[in-house]
């Protein structure tokens, strides 16, 4: 059963958690295989942009130039994990997708809204999700958030966007919900400030009314 999720959200929305817990209640309830993967990265060549674009020192990297990096590294993973995934009937679930880079990109960086989308179709050949959960809560809270995770953490430091000021991060938000609002037939709305057993009984009793069983 091929069925295409994704997750999205503001820094610190709480999605990666989501998306973990998500992952093992769909292999128990429908039995299929999922792959879980994200964006930037979901395999080697992407990782290696992931590292370039999340990298605070790279302050200097230009909009366009940042947008362009994240199709690229959107065609690897759509060619090399995504597509043939979903070939051989796996659910994917992955977190971020072009609805991410619209945001960002488009509403967070004021680029060109039809060029991101002809970018978006033509690093995924069209593929769309058939569903996508929007995990929202106020910027200040996921930044909060998103900074306590960095600091706990013993990996790379992958904090260039968590440093953007807090008007960024308000458009960005602001993005998604218009994207969301836009298209309301794929996406499903969770309150993000929940705690996470909540929002995960949300985001499963969702889920589980909209994928095709059988």
């Known amino acids: 059963m091929a069925y295409f999720i994704t997750l999205e959200g503001i820094e610190g929305c709480g999605k990666s958690t989501q998306a973990e817990l998500l992952s093992r209640e769909l292999h128990a309830e429908t039995g299929c295989q999922v792959i879980a993967t994200r964006e930037p990265g979901g395999c080697p060549i992407a990782n290696k942009i992931r590292a370039i674009l999340l990298d605070a020192d ?3 990297l230009v909009p366009l130039a940042e947008l362009l990096l994240y199709a690229a590294a959107r065609a690897q993973h759509v060619a090399e994990v995504i597509r043939p995934a979903l070939a051989e009937g796996k659910i994917v679930l992955c977190d971020r997708y072009t609805d991410a880079t619209t945001a960002y990109q488009g509403y967070g960086r004021a680029l060109d809204l039809p060029l991101i989308e002809n970018l978006a179709q033509l690093a995924t050949g069209g593929l769309t999700p058939d569903l996508t959960i929007l995990l929202d809560c106020p910027e200040e809270v996921g930044l909060k958030r998103a900074m306590a995770r960095i600091n706990a953490s013993s990996g790379a430091r992958e904090e260039r966007f968590e440093q953007e000021s807090l008007r960024f991060h308000h458009a960005v938000r602001e993005g998604y919900l218009k994207i969301a609002a836009a ?8 309150d993000g400030t929940l705690g996470i057993s909540e929002a995960a009984a949300a985001i499963r009793s969702a889920v589980l009314s909209r994928i095709p069983r059988g």
């Open 183 to 190: 298209h309301p037939d794929r996406f499903i709305v969770v």
């Open 58 to 60: 790279n302050r200097a």
